[in-house]
């Protein structure tokens, strides 16, 4: 079975661009999880989503934005880039609620912000 | 203010010998915890993961003990191999909210 795939693999852009990331989920995962690794901060969760609905957001501002597509696809935006938004996003699939079923994870999309 | 700590940063252990990995917490509202393993340039890996109402779940060479009232927890590796050297990070959620610790970095030396 094909793992969690995440594209682009490495991104260059500018301050004030938009990004738009996709994650592929472990075929048949409906819950898709998106987080944040930076040196400072460590890992920290953005959203889930199950079933095309946003189930959860961690404390990120609106400028990060997310969706699932019915094959379970998740795409997540970042709008008006900054700095500081520099980062290994990585996004993780399971099979149903991310609190009792294991969490696999892609190697991440890394993002550097000049 | 970290939520989630793991205060060392890195951990250098004898091939065979035990590792232990620690994490402290602040809020008593965490009802579950995991640990995962990064190796680079790989996404995490779940390890093991302990409910609150339980002190110690264990999975092969991997422990984890849990000490609610000193919101403390650990994992311990017995005996370490050289494949175990990775950043372990530590989670601790709120229903389906994970907050994440700024992770160890265990290296095993042979």
């Known amino acids: 079975k094909a793992g969690v795939t995440q594209t682009p693999r490495y991104l260059i852009k500018t301050r004030g661009q938009q990004v738009t990331l996709s994650c592929s989920p472990i075929s048949g995962h409906r819950s898709v999880s998106w987080y944040q690794q930076t040196p400072g901060q460590g890992l920290q969760f953005l959203f889930e989503?199950?079933?095309?609905?946003?189930?959860n957001k961690g404390n990120f501002p609106g400028r990060f934005s997310g969706r699932q597509f019915s094959n379970s696809r998740s795409e997540m935006n970042v709008s008006t880039l900054e700095l500081g938004d520099s980062a290994l996003y990585l996004c993780?699939?399971?099979?149903?609620?991310?609190?009792?079923?294991?969490?696999?994870f892609g190697p991440g999309t890394r993002l550097l912000v000049l | 203010d970290q939520q989630v700590k793991q205060n060392s940063p890195s951990l250098s252990v004898q091939e065979g010998r035990i590792s232990i990995l620690n994490c402290d917490y602040t809020n008593s509202m965490f009802d579950y915890f995991l640990w995962y393993k990064k190796y680079p340039a790989e996404g995490p890996t779940f390890l093991i993961s302990i409910s609150s109402i339980k002190d110690k779940n264990e999975d092969g060479r991997f422990t984890v003990f849990l000490n609610k009232s000193a919101k403390h927890l650990s994992l311990h590796i017995v005996p370490s191999q050289p494949g175990d050297s990775a950043v372990y990070f530590c989670a601790a959620s709120i229903g389906q909210n994970f907050v994440f610790g700024p992770g160890t970095r265990l290296s095993v030396l042979p």
């Open positions: 989503y199950f079933s095309e609905t946003q189930r």
């Open positions: 993780a699939s399971s099979l149903g609620s991310i609190y009792q079923e294991t969490q696999y």
